[in-house]
């Protein structure tokens, strides 16, 4: 993204400007255009998102849209930063709980807009909305006497775990949309692949599908959430809290 386009996402995201209310314009607005991308995504999921797509869904013209979003990259922008709205803010108290709180609200938002996770994110402009729940999760954390930058590790440790959690949820979601098979569906199509399933070969996987543990899985979020949570504990709650080697790369 050139540092134009940059500038532009950040006025449209940090500087909205009021909607007219008189002449052409006012027949349409920045957020119904936000709000009807949402639905198709939603639906379609992020790759059928176009800006004629957007208009059909509208019942108007692409021409029209772009008085209000400048393009899709832009549009994307205001998209994730509307879904981020529909969270809450971490509430103060127990910084455990707090974190807590902080990721279920991600994955609820995952799991309502899959689409999100199919977006590159790094270098994605961030809005208001976003960054004030990210303020208040840095908050609950903020009191523990840690490090400015450890703060930042540990609230990035658990988003990064619910953003992985959410990818192989969305790949879920994308591939039962592209082929009408659901997940279950589609492994259970599989047998010629459990007939290779020899102790001789895969000794521990052999005994794990006999025994039934691949058919009684554990909820990847709920499990995963308790670990790290007792990960971070053990490291925030150490009197000799261990040195982390600084990052080499961004």
């Given at each position: 993204?050139?540092?134009s386009d940059r500038?532009?996402?950040?006025r449209l ?6 909607e007219p209310t008189?002449?052409p314009r006012?027949a349409?607005s920045q957020?119904r ?5 949402i639905?198709?995504?939603?639906a379609?999921?992020v790759?059928?998102l176009t800006?004629?797509r ?6 108007s013209?692409?021409m029209?849209?772009y008085r209000?979003?400048p393009g ?8 994730v930063d509307?879904v981020w709205g ?8 127990p910084?455990?709980?707090g ?11 995952y799991?309502?807009h899959p ?10 402009m961030p809005g208001?909305?976003?960054m ?6 840095y ?5 523990l006497?840690?490090r400015?930058?450890?703060v930042v ?7 990064q775990f619910?953003?992985?959690v959410?990818?192989t949820?969305?790949?879920r979601?994308?591939?039962e949309r592209?082929?009408?098979v659901?997940e279950e569906?589609?492994?259970?199509g599989t047998?010629?692949l459990?007939e290779h399933?020899t102790p ?8 794990l599908?006999?025994?039934?543990g691949?058919d009684?899985?554990?909820d990847?979020?709920?499990f995963?959430?308790a670990?790290?949570l007792d ?7 150490a009197?000799?809290?261990p040195a ?7």
């Amino acid at each position: 993204m050139k540092q134009s386009d940059r500038d532009r996402s950040v006025r449209l995201l940090w500087e909205p400007q009021p909607e007219p209310t008189r002449g052409p314009r006012a027949a349409l607005s920045q957020a119904r255009v936000v709000q009807a991308a949402i639905k198709v995504a939603d639906a379609e999921g992020v790759d059928a998102l176009t800006m004629r797509r957007v208009a059909e869904e509208l019942g108007s013209t692409a021409m029209s849209l772009y008085r209000h979003v400048p393009g899709k990259s832009e549009l994307l922008d205001l998209m994730v930063d509307a879904v981020w709205g529909e969270t809450e803010h971490t509430p103060e108290g127990p910084w455990r709980a707090g974190l807590e709180f902080f990721a279920r609200q991600m994955w609820s938002m995952y799991r309502a807009h899959p689409w999100m996770l199919q977006l590159t994110t790094s270098r994605r402009m961030p809005g208001p909305q976003a960054m004030t729940r990210q303020d208040a999760a840095y908050a609950v954390v903020a009191g523990l006497g840690l490090r400015p930058e450890e703060v930042v590790a540990v609230v990035t440790t658990v988003a990064q775990f619910v953003d992985g959690v959410g990818r192989t949820m969305a790949d879920r979601v994308q591939a039962e949309r592209e082929t009408g098979v659901s997940e279950e569906d589609w492994w259970n199509g599989t047998e010629s692949l459990w007939e290779h399933f020899t102790p001789e070969r895969l000794p521990m996987m052999t005994y794990l599908y006999g025994s039934g543990g691949f058919d009684r899985p554990l909820d990847e979020f709920e499990f995963g959430l308790a670990r790290v949570l007792d990960g971070l504990a053990a490291f925030v709650e150490a009197e000799d809290r261990p040195a982390v080697r600084r990052s080499t790369c961004l």
